[in-house]
């Protein structure tokens, strides 16, 4: 299993940004793909999980109403869109799997594949 996010960069107050995740090796049923991030002396954060085998998605507290994960399964990639972006947003931005056919965890121990992740900057 391979995993890369990309799509991170510097953005305003309010803006938006779309982290795409590629993966490979994945057995769509088998899996959940999950996003996490770490704030500098933060521990790392769950921001949502998308379960392909229960067609579900889990959004953890700071996601909720602001962010939104989707798969597009022909091109192996799982997208986070976050829109009302804010300072504390800030943080580098992971993707990983987990090898389960329930609905993801989100707690980062469970995931045993994660990609190198991406930079998220709020920032005016």
């Known amino acids: 299993v391979q995993l890369q996010a990309s799509g991170g960069g510097l953005v305003h107050p309010g803006g938006s940004l779309r982290l795409s995740c590629a993966h490979s090796?994945?057995?769509?049923?088998?899996?959940?793909l999950g996003w996490f991030r770490q704030a500098p002396g933060k521990d790392t954060e769950f921001v949502g999980v998308h379960s392909w085998a229960r067609n579900h998605i889990t959004y953890g507290d700071a996601a909720k109403g602001r962010f939104t994960i989707s798969a597009d399964d022909a091109k192996n990639t799982v997208y986070l869109q976050m829109n009302s972006l804010k300072p504390e947003d800030t943080a580098v931005y992971y993707c990983a799997a987990e090898n389960t056919v329930g609905p993801g965890s989100r707690y980062p121990l469970e995931y045993g594949y994660w990609g190198q992740g991406t930079q998220v900057t709020v920032s005016s």
């Open positions: 090796g994945l057995i769509f049923d088998s899996y959940a």
